[in-house]
């Protein structure tokens, strides 16, 4: 009897093994979100909508994105913490909130080395410095005059708090040994809104988000902070070219879920994820917003995030950059 018995239970095992195997190799089963942490409008915004369109073609379900902008990208990061850890909810977001937020914020709610899992970098995007059209303070050295003789009487914007925008500001104002008041927005649209309106003269801003209104004459870019010219506006010099020297700061941009989704979701992601980044359409495409396309895989996510944020403490120090 006990024969019996174990002999029935091993093949109904036999039969329910490949019908569970079956049930995991159906995801996705239902529709995905991708948290962005900015407002509608701004670089992120932009990519994130791109992507959720070709992911969608891939997996076969709709993909939402869901703006969750505030406080230096953190209420999106807590949206993800708070999502169920299945792989439904994809985070997409820059060097900002994973080693920029941790060099300058002492009591974060995640840890950026440990709680998330990297699917891949997917892009970079170049800041600029730019200010309206008509700003009689028409250049970079005409700002820096400016600025030395009348101290936080001019403004300079960011798209947040202990962003990419924010570090590149200060780090600017640093070297350049000026000072402007600091003026962060909640994500690109807003801060480009204002710019464009005279509310604020100055903003670093993306490539990205900038470019249209650059070809549009309302605005104009006086640098950019990397070390290297951007192809996309390849007539505007770098900070360090009109004499600022050190400064190279660029964003990254990466998809990631929190730790701890199953396998199966995030291999099925990641394989999607790649066949975007292979496709040459859909790196045209990203081009032409202005980001370069990218797709580096992380094998030691928490050993190269601790590294970084290390280096940005550094920066953090020098600039004197302090989360408000």
Do not use: C
């Not at 239970?9 to 039969?15: E, S």
């Not at 093994?17 to 900015?38: E, S």
């Not at 949206?79 to 974060?108: C, E, H, R, W």
């Not at 770098?238 to 989704?261: M, P």
């Amino acid at each position: 009897m006990i024969r019996r018995i174990a002999t029935t239970l091993l093949a109904g095992w036999a039969m329910l093994t490949p019908l569970a195997a079956l049930a995991q190799a159906k995801f996705p089963d239902r529709p995905l979100q991708i948290i962005a942490p900015y407002a509608p409008g701004g670089a992120a915004d932009v990519l994130s909508r791109f992507l959720a369109k070709e992911l969608e073609t891939r997996l076969g379900q709709p993909v939402i994105v869901l703006n969750r902008p505030g406080a230096g990208t953190i209420i999106g990061v807590q949206a993800l913490m708070q999502a169920p850890k299945d792989g439904y909810t994809l985070f997409i977001s820059s060097n900002s909130t994973f080693t920029l937020n941790p060099a300058v914020m002492s009591n974060l709610s995640y840890d950026a080395a440990r709680d998330f899992e990297p699917l891949a970098q997917i892009a970079t995007a170049n800041p600029a410095l730019v200010t309206y059209a008509d700003n009689p303070v028409a250049d970079v050295k005409a700002l820096v005059v400016v600025a030395k003789a009348e101290p936080d009487k001019l403004t300079l914007a960011s798209f947040g708090t202990a962003t990419v925008s924010h570090f590149a500001g200060e780090w600017f104002k640093s070297v350049a040994g000026i000072r402007m008041a600091h003026v962060p927005y909640r994500g690109s649209g807003p801060a480009m809104n204002d710019l464009v309106g005279k509310h604020v003269p100055f903003l670093i801003d993306t490539i990205v988000a900038a470019r249209p209104q650059i070809e549009g004459g309302k605005i104009r870019a006086l640098a950019v902070t990397s070390a290297q010219r951007s192809a996309m506006l390849p007539d505007v010099p770098t900070l360090q070219e009109l004499g600022y020297r050190g400064i190279d700061l660029s964003s990254w941009i990466a998809l990631v879920t929190a730790r701890g989704i199953p396998a199966e979701a995030k291999a099925r992601l990641s394989e999607a994820l790649a066949d975007v980044l292979r496709d040459p359409a859909a790196r045209a495409s990203m081009t032409k917003s202005g980001f370069e396309p990218v797709h580096r895989v992380y094998t030691d996510w928490p050993r190269e995030i601790t590294a970084e944020i290390e280096a940005m403490k550094a920066i953090a120090r020098d600039a004197n950059i302090k989360a408000d």
